[in-house]
T-cell receptor, first 115, second 112 residues
Framework: NAGVMQNPRHLVRRRGQEARLRCSPM?????VYWYRQLPEEGLKFMVY????????ESGMPKERFSAEFPKEGPSILRIQQVVRGDSAAYFC?????????????FGDGTRLSIL | AQSVTQPDIHITVSEGASLELRCNYS??????LFWYVQSPGQGLQLLLK??????LVQGIKGFEAEFKRSQSSFNLRKPSVHWSDAAEYFC??????????FGAGTRLTVKP
């Protein structure tokens, strides 16, 4: 499967724990985007990364959230000290080129539930 | 500010009936417009896109959309809906590389 791969598909954490969400972009794609989807809402942009660089993190909460896209391996979205409000579906997308006209290819998401 | 509005939160149509999902955008320049579909528990799949040229664009699964600059709209249509079309549909505007604005989505239910 050459699509965008996200794991885990479902993640359950207790308040105060850490959540790590992984995303492997499509083969040949070097642009990765993370979105959050709350129930009954559309996707909200969080962060845009290229290999080893964070290009835009304007949609990411200032505290507890971080993202990386190392030279080797998947992109990681990390949420520290999770709270109930972090419960959501987190989607990763990738594109091969930069530009507003580049379609983004989405993974199936990680559903994060906070107990 | 750039925004995307999908006025209908939930639409129910009978199988075989025609479908139109509305999308309005607010953006100063000619936008890049997309329609995505999301089946339950899955990610978004691109249905079609508009960049320039012919204002009527064809997509996958028998969908089409028409760009109307005067109305700032990009409505999605299908002449005959199938039960498998039941899903959530999102309109999106590509503003910058890292700024794709999504509408809140329209949930489509298909009655047998």
């Amino acid at each position: 499967n050459a699509g965008v791969m996200q794991n885990p598909r479902h993640l359950v954490r207790r308040r105060g724990q850490e959540a790590r969400l992984r995303c492997s972009p499509m083969k040949g794609h070097s642009h990765v985007y993370w979105y959050r989807q709350l129930p009954e809402e559309g996707l909200k942009f969080m962060v845009y990364l290229q290999k080893e660089n964070i290009i835009d993190e304007s949609g990411m909460p200032k505290e507890r959230f971080s993202a990386e896209f190392p030279k080797e391996g998947p992109s990681i979205l990390r949420i520290q000290q999770v709270v109930r409000g972090d419960s959501a579906a987190y989607f990763c997308a990738s594109s091969s080129l930069r530009g507003a006209n580049q379609p983004q290819h989405f993974g199936d998401g990680t559903r994060l539930s906070i107990l | 500010a750039q925004s995307v509005t999908q006025p209908d939160i939930h639409i129910t149509v009978s199988e075989g009936a025609s479908l139109e999902l509305r999308c309005n955008y607010s953006y100063g320049a000619t936008p890049y417009l997309f329609w995505y579909v999301q089946s339950p528990g899955q990610g978004l799949q691109l249905l079609l896109k508009y960049f320039s040229g012919d204002t009527l664009v064809q997509g996958i699964k028998g969908f089409e959309a028409e760009f109307k600059r005067s109305q700032s709209s990009f409505n999605l249509r299908k002449p005959s809906v199938h039960w498998s079309d039941a899903a959530e549909y999102f309109c999106a505007v590509g503003v910058r590389t890292n700024d794709m604005r999504f509408g809140a989505g329209t949930r489509l239910t298909v009655k047998p």
